[in-house]
């Protein structure tokens, strides 16, 4: 039996109306830190509790790359008394703020596809946090789109969560119980991120993104990408967590703890993470018998600039430019997930007919996940 060939047909981007520069964000957590400075000044004398350090603008770039973030809430976020978001919990009648943006992003990936709610077969919400733990967030997107059939999940492998759904609706085609598919990124990171914690306070924003996968010989968009080969990897690490999760009730921390945000080990998710990369691209164009040469791009993570550049650097054996590894974490921040898909949905239709790239995301697990794709029109 012939395997049934698979194309990404159609992409698509939702970008939140309010952003955060840097300058901003450095002004609301200096306000902070002297506020927190003051009042525990007794305190920080005795050495009871650590003084805090400010922040700037010129740091956040050069530490990270990252010149602004997209959020939800603007507000929140900025004012020093609160520190995070206001994202109102609406009732159980309405649709939740995750499905909404998700389905945004879903119906412009499917208009790029030339494809309607009618044709799909499932949705698979894929993302590095979830709104609630059930009902599937991708069983209310089904149900707000309009899809009289079909089925869906969510996927929660962090960062990786995008690559990860990619692989799982690529098998679902090939294996016949789906002919088209919808993978979405609805992250909304700012409701995760610790905003008073210098080390990531800058390092997050929320987006979503969608992407159609169906078969190829139904596929009738103008811009469609062969998936030449999926690859996926897991490696235990506590160096990126998020301990948030429905046992925190019982426990006397609660939910309130440092640790049921996102934190991380920077300095080792680099060096550990880098290279483990660079490896499974190589390896896995290898076994697809395409030279790092031939690749035409690299659409990566968009986690830190500086690990993006050492990344392409070992799998092409050489620095990359900005065409062959597109940036866009300068203007979105990390968006977990949907990093790699923004960077494809922007910076893929001036490639010809035949030209080749990885579509790679990694993160918290850890976990890598690749993507081989060839564009046939």
Known sequence: MTQQSVVISGTGLWTPSESITNEELAISFNEYVRRHNERYAAEIERGEVEALGVSDAAFIEKASGIKQRYVLNKEGVLDPDR????????????MSIQAEI????????????????DDLDAVLVACSNMQRAYPAVAVEVQHYLGMERGWGYDMNVACSAATFGLQAAVDAIRTGSAKCVVVVNPEITSGHLCWT?????????DVSTAVVLERED???????????????????????????GFLNRCDEAGVGARDKLFRQEGRKVFKE????????????????????????????????????????????????????APVILD??????????????HKHNADLPKGAQGVICSFGA?????????????
């Open 83 to 94: 520190m995070y978001p206001y994202l109102p919990e609406r009732s159980d009648e309405e």
């Open 273 to 324: 993470v880098c290279p483990m990369v660079a490896e499974q691209i190589l390896s896995h164009i290898g076994d697809l018998n395409i030279a790092p040469g031939d690749l035409n791009r690299m659409w990566l993570h968009q986690a830190n600039l500086s690990m993006n550049e050492l990344i392409a650097k070992r799998v092409l054996g050489r620095p990359a430019d900005r065409i062959e």
């Open 331 to 344: 203007e979105y921040a990390n968006t977990s997930s949907a990093g790699s898909i923004i960077a494809f």
């Open 218 to 244: 139904d596929a009738t968009s103008a811009n469609q990408w062969r998936v030449l080969g999926t690859r996926l990897q897991t490696k235990f690490s506590s160096n990126i967590r998020n301990n948030f």
């Open 197 to 205: 914690d210098r080390d990531c306070h800058f390092i997050f924003g």
């Open 365 to 377: 697990g850890y976990s890598i996940g690749s993507v081989i794709v060839e564009r046939v029109v």
């Open 102 to 117: 998700a389905i945004k992003a879903v119906k412009q990936a499917l208009e790029n596809a030339g494809r309607t709610v």
